[in-house]
């Protein structure tokens, strides 16, 4: 099983960038998605996450009007949408697979990580 998270770079502030998590060796159709970033000497901590057929989502206040979460089941991908880019989120950012199919906001539940893609936004 593998989650592999792409589109990360390096961009200025107030620029857009799309994440992708791609995953395989299983379905996760029916699996909450999320994704959470690290910057450096900080906690990992919740950006967004989306429940199994999307019709529910969940941000963190920092990212809320400037990202969105959205999800392909027939692709088993799951994608962020950033917009108005700030150098404050400059992290590397994680997807990661729930356990269970509705939105949680805590890292403990979910089961699969991705490797991380990297995103700086230059002021």
């Known amino acids: 099983v593998q989650l592999q998270a792409s589109g990360g770079g390096l961009v200025q502030t107030g620029g857009s960038l799309r994440l992708s998590c791609a995953a395989s060796?299983?379905?996760?159709?029916?699996?909450?998605m999320g994704w959470f970033r690290q910057a450096p000497g900080k906690e990992r901590e919740f950006v967004a996450a989306?429940?199994?057929?999307?019709?529910?989502?969940d941000y963190a206040d920092s990212v809320k009007g400037r990202f969105t979460i959205s999800r392909d089941n027939a692709r088993n991908t799951v994608y962020l949408q950033m917009n108005s880019l700030k150098p404050e989120d400059t992290a590397v950012y994680y997807c990661a697979a729930g356990y269970g199919s509705v939105v949680v906001t805590i890292s403990s539940a979910y089961r699969y990580w991705g490797q991380g893609t990297q995103v700086t936004v230059s002021s």
């Open positions: 060796g299983r379905t996760f159709s029916r699996n909450a």
């Open positions: 989306i429940n199994w057929d999307g019709g529910s989502t």
